[in-house]
């Protein structure tokens, strides 16, 4: 059995998952209200499925909601958790670089869209930095965590072929062409793979400091 947080560590965790399933639920009711009318529930659900923000926050969720039960398994594990903390922690990069200049939400959509990309993003990698157990993480997770932004890439592509439709607008292959995506994509993966860096150094810098001998 994977080590579980502490008591303190699922109080965190339970704050977490509330703030990210609310805003999750929120944007979920917020789109099918703009897309029952045209596209119907059904290819409204695909579409809210299709962004890297509602993957990255329903993963949050599920580490948190296992974090807070004290449970093993897929999501008790420290390669798990740190893939969490690196697609949630990508998700606020990028939207705080990129993606908020784009538009400008209000009322409801507002809430939604500060936690799914602010709040969220900052409380997990609190959470992962100051309650999870540090030290499990290798090179080899590091690069197991590229799997899934990969994976995603292949689905939105063959979804925006599919459907004419992309997420984001900067792996829009209908409008910019599959060069110019494939170097954007590859910019991004970058991205991962610096912040993935980060957070191993981070991972055995806290093991370190929480084995070390009192003086």
């Known amino acids: 059995m994977e080590p579980g947080p502490t008591p303190k560590g699922r109080a965190f965790a339970a704050i977490v998952a509330v703030v990210s399933a609310a805003s999750v639920v929120l944007q979920y ?39 807070l039960r004290g449970a093993d398994g897929f999501f008790s594990r420290p390669r798990v958790r740190g893939a969490i903390a690196l697609y949630i922690g990508v998700t606020g990069l990028i939207y705080l670089l990129i993606l908020r200049h784009l538009w400008q ?53 063959l979804r925006g072929a599919w459907l004419g439709e992309y997420p984001y607008p900067f792996i829009d292959a209908g409008k910019l062409g599959y060069a110019r995506t494939a170097i954007n994509a590859t910019g991004i993966l970058v991205v991962f793979l610096l912040l993935g860096g980060i957070l191993l150094a981070l991972d055995r810098l806290l093991s370190r400091r929480r084995h070390a001998p009192n003086p």
């Not at 529930?41 to 948190?64: E, K, P, Q």
């Not at 997990?124 to 965590?145: C, E, F, I, K, S």
């Open 29 to 67: 009711l917020l789109l099918l209200e703009l897309t029952r009318d045209n596209v119907g529930v059904a290819l409204g659900t695909l579409r809210f499925l299709s962004y890297f923000t509602i993957l990255s926050n329903l993963g949050v969720i599920a580490v948190c909601v296992t974090a």
């Open 105 to 157: 939400p209000q009322g409801l959509q507002w809430w939604a869209d500060t936690g799914l990309h602010y709040a969220t993003p900052l409380l997990y990698v609190g959470w992962w930095l100051a309650a999870a157990p540090h030290g499990r993480l290798n090179l080899r997770d590091a690069v197991a965590w590229l799997l899934f932004p990969l994976l995603y890439l292949a689905w939105v592509l």
